[in-house]
């Protein structure tokens, strides 16, 4: 199961992508159990590679996926 945040600029900064994307972490691991939860994160997005390590994802490793270079982040309960 992915975790997928998107805000526009002006928005940035105000803690909603953390909120959002803990929520949903959350949700996946304790409510669905999934055994894992992941987030696709362009190699070159800095600010979304810092939510998802807030939100306790650490980097697995990089793949390609559509076309470009993606860096997977994964969590798992704790």
Avoid at 21 to 34: I, S, W
Avoid at 62 to 73: D, R, V
Wanted: charged share 20%; hydrophobic share 35%.
């Amino acid at each position: 199961m992915e975790i997928g945040y998107l805000f526009v600029r002006q928005e940035w900064g105000n803690g909603y992508a953390t909120e959002a994307a803990l929520a949903c972490k959350n949700y996946g691991l304790e409510q669905m159990n999934n055994k894992k939860m992941i987030s696709l994160i362009d190699i070159n997005n800095k600010p979304s590679a810092k939510v998802a390590e807030r939100i306790g994802m650490k980097y697995v490793h990089t793949i390609n996926k559509w076309g470009k270079e993606l860096h997977l982040y994964a969590s798992s309960p704790s």
